[in-house]
């Protein structure tokens, strides 16, 4: 089993930048490649980036290419999501999870709980 917990979330004007943490904890949790994801209200849960184990290797959804930067500490097993000029259509739950192999789409094998990022205009 791995746990996963995302911090970092919170309010934030346009244009502004926020840096979500998402710290792992268990069983091999060393050995995953992590995404992040987000959901908005009344949307589907939506692929942001993803980082290989050894942080080498990542990937993101176009939308967010140049605005988002996806990274990890492989010493804390914590990944990060440094969030930058950020428009109120990023305003949405944000969730890291964790998967065998590194990957733009789900299913992952375990989520955090999410943490609430709110842009205003």
């Known amino acids: 089993q791995v746990q996963l917990v995302e911090s970092g979330g919170g309010l934030v004007q346009a244009g502004g930048s926020l840096r979500l943490s998402c710290a792992a904890s268990g069983r091999a949790s060393r050995n995953y490649a992590m995404g992040w994801f987000r959901q908005a209200p009344g949307k589907e849960r939506e692929f942001l980036a993803a980082i290989s184990q050894s942080g080498t290797a990542t990937a993101y959804r176009d939308s967010v290419k140049g605005r988002f930067t996806i990274s990890r500490d492989v010493a804390k097993v914590t990944v990060y999501l440094q969030m930058n000029s950020l428009k109120p259509e990023d305003t949405a739950v944000y969730y890291c999870?964790?998967?065998?192999?590194?990957?733009?789409?789900?299913?992952?094998?375990?989520w955090g709980q999410g943490t609430q990022v709110t842009v205003s205009s």
């Open positions: 999870a964790a998967k065998a192999f590194i990957a733009t789409t789900e299913p992952y094998d375990y």
